[in-house]
């Protein structure tokens, strides 16, 4: 018996519901095709890997065929925010697609930075699609271990 273990994420999901209710709800009724609410919305969703260790915490978010120059990072009031397009190709005389299963447009992703964190010292850079941001941690807030008598 050969059985296949998924690991199940709840988070994926979750993200792809909340992409498709906001795409229901931001519909004009007027614009049966939905074009237009397309436009204003995030098209798609990169994924991440969100790493820590003792000095900085490290998000890799994968942005396949995004350029540089298409790509936004930011941190205000404690979140950071990564925002871009990945651009669709054009149809070219004489070539037709037959299947398009990637996903362009426009995207944002947004994550709350943890305490201790020093938001004015983030940093990222960009290489062969992957998208990597460095989040440093205050060195001066890090917890430290106190002993407490117990009485």
């Known amino acids: ?17 909340q992409n498709r209710l906001a795409s229901f709800w931001s519909r004009d009724p007027f614009d049966p095709s939905g074009k237009q609410a397309s436009l204003a919305l995030a098209e798609w ?5 969100i790493a820590e260790d003792n000095k900085e ?3 890799k978010a994968e942005l396949p065929e995004v350029k540089k120059d298409d790509v936004h990072v930011s941190v205000e009031d404690g979140v950071l925010s990564i925002s871009g397009e990945r651009k669709f190709e054009k149809e070219e005389k004489g070539r037709k697609f037959h299947r398009i299963e990637r996903q362009y447009g426009s995207f944002l992703r947004s994550f709350a930075l943890p305490p201790g964190t020093v938001g004015e010292k983030v940093n990222a850079e960009f290489k062969d699609g992957v998208l990597v941001i460095r989040v440093p941690k205050d060195t001066k807030a890090a917890p430290k271990a106190v002993e407490v008598k117990v009485g």
Do not use: G, H, S, Y
């Not at 050969?2 to 792809?16: H, S, Y």
């Not at 969703?45 to 890997?49: E, I, L, S």
């Open 45 to 49: 969703t990169p994924r991440v890997d």
């Open 1 to 17: 018996m050969n059985a296949q273990i998924t690991r199940w994420n709840p988070f994926k999901e979750l993200d792809e519901f």
């Open 57 to 59: 915490f490290l998000i």
